[in-house]
């Protein structure tokens, strides 16, 4: 049987030592289009001793049109073979739209996981979930402050919405399909209820550095599947004084400190 997502992203992070997640999301309004692949090559080259997976988020490399696509497929081909690479999309369509942007994320472009949204239901991930060695990463609780307008708002039996997500995961877990499935939980959100409430899948937990999330809600929460802890902003463009490696390392200690905790 072949390595699955979530074991190949356990390897990466106990060689590693990190659970940081390097999020790719270049601006054009602050960088020239031209020098946008060297940008991103220095970025991947610099973070990847730190860096348990990479997500380039491909809003920022739709914005510079077909450009940016082509931009976003060639950094995908030189990526580092052993650093997972999760695309930050965020798709959520009718199983028939679903399926072809399976095929375009995992067969085209060859990423290890994707963000999807679960909210149209359960059968709109069905084309993802049968990739052997891929993975999905649901929406759950997101770190803005619009995810209690639905995510977070009390159903009449007393349970949350997001709470509908985690049991899709562990429908996919029952029915046994090939796909690892874990779910995005927000650091700005991510209190110690809110963990409790959903299962004990990968997570990918965007957050820190610029949105302000705070680690300490990590800590003691005695989960054991891999999380992934996303930075993109504090890495590609706070702090301009220190490189993108003295960054990495600088949130991977954090990172790595309050999961000890």
Not at 65 to 82: A, F, Y
Not at 106 to 124: C, I, K, N, Q
Not at 141 to 150: F, L, M, Q
Not at 232 to 238: E, N, V
Request: glycine residues 8%; proline residues 6%; negative net charge.
């Amino acid at each position: 049987m072949s390595q699955t997502f979530a074991e190949k992203l356990n390897v990466r992070i106990r060689q590693t030592g990190s659970a940081l997640c390097v999020g790719l999301d270049p601006r054009p309004v602050m960088d020239d289009i031209s020098a946008m692949p060297a940008l991103l090559c220095k970025v991947v080259e610099e973070t990847a001793p730190y860096a348990a997976a990479f997500k380039p988020n491909i809003a920022y490399f739709e914005a510079m049109g077909l450009k940016g696509l082509h931009i976003l497929e060639d950094l995908l081909k030189d990526m580092p073979k052993d650093v997972p690479i999760v695309l930050d999309a965020k798709r959520g369509d009718i199983g028939e739209t679903q399926k072809y942007y399976a095929q375009a994320y995992f067969e085209r472009w060859g990423v290890d996981a994707v963000t999807l949204s679960p909210f149209m239901g359960y059968d709109t991930l069905e084309p993802f979930l049968d990739y052997e060695g891929k993975g999905i990463y649901l929406l759950t609780v997101t770190s803005n402050p619009g995810s209690a307008d639905i995510e977070r708002k009390e159903l009449a039996d007393g349970r949350k919405v997001y709470e509908l997500v985690g049991d899709m995961v562990r429908r996919s877990v029952s029915e046994g399909r090939k796909t690892s499935v874990g779910m995005v939980v927000g650091l700005t959100n991510a209190d110690a209820d809110i963990l409790a409430r959903v299962p004990d899948a990968p997570m990918l937990i965007p957050g820190l550095g610029a949105q302000g999330g705070d680690l300490s809600s990590l800590s003691g929460s005695g989960r054991v599947a891999p999380p992934l802890i996303n930075v993109s902003r504090g890495i590609m463009y706070q702090n301009p004084e220190l490189s993108y490696a003295e960054k990495a390392a600088n949130f991977a200690q954090k990172i790595r400190d309050a999961l000890k905790a």
